[in-house]
């Protein structure tokens, strides 16, 4: 407690001295708020909590086999012959009997090799060339020729004993002969073959193709110079 001293006068007395309030015991213990004083700096707010990530469900995975070598019939060989859909059928030895099994009647034989066609393509060519003369039908050609040359030289031989029935009668030529053949096989169903022969005086070629059809020979393209 603190007074004031207040000097005394001169005429009289000293007054009383003024008591000074005080704060009492229970304002003593009430905490004020404190300020901040000079220099000094203002705490950071807190963050705001995180929510929890979400988890997503487990995913079933396909079990995996155990690592080691793998056993059984037909691991490591070669794989020949795989079936995919269908009847399945037995074990085929080969195509035709296959074809037979699905078939069923005898699969077709291979055709078999045809003989060298030398002999032919000159019996050919020589009768061609009595064909245009007019003095050989070409019915004779039917069987050793394809169809298409059939029809050309039945065409030409008609034009040209009509040609020979309005000009005046000629002797009988003598045959054509072959003097020279090449022939070069192609492949089992083909060749081509060049002829050299003597006609009447005068010296012609004929070039040839040869085509296999139904197992026989036959001249697909005959060209005569």
């Known amino acids: ?32 708020a404190s300020r901040p004083t000079g220099g000094a700096t203002t705490p950071a707010p807190r963050p705001a909590p995180r929510p929890a ?3 997503a469900a487990p995913v ?11 056993t059984g019939p037909g691991i490591g060989r070669r794989l020949r012959r795989m079936r995919i859909g269908g009847t399945p059928y037995p074990e085929l030895q080969n195509a035709a009997a296959a074809l037979e099994a699905l078939s069923g009647r005898p699969a077709p034989e291979p055709d078999p090799e045809l003989p060298d066609p030398t002999a032919q393509v ?41 040609a020979r029935q309005v000009r005046a009668p000629r002797p009988k030529a003598h045959p054509a002969a072959v003097r020279r053949v ?7 169903t083909s060749a081509e073959a060049t002829v050299i022969l003597h006609d009447e005086g005068r010296v012609r070629a004929a070039a040839v193709r040869l085509e296999a059809r139904r197992g026989v020979w036959r001249v697909a393209v005959l060209e005569i110079g």
């Open 182 to 188: 090449r022939m070069v096989r192609l492949g089992a």
């Open 53 to 55: 990530p979400r988890t």
């Open 1 to 32: 407690m603190t007074t004031l001293d207040t000097p005394p006068d001169a005429g009289g007395p000293a007054p009383a001295a003024t008591p000074v309030p005080t704060l009492s015991a229970t304002a003593r213990a009430t905490p004020t």
């Open 60 to 70: 079933q995975r396909p079990a995996v086999p155990p690592s080691g070598p793998v």
């Open 122 to 162: 000159c019996r050919v060519v020589r009768a061609a060339v009595e064909v245009l003369r007019g003095e050989r039908p070409a019915a004779q050609l039917a069987r050793w020729v394809t169809p298409q040359v059939y029809d050309q030289l039945l065409e030409r031989g008609r034009l040209m004993r009509e």
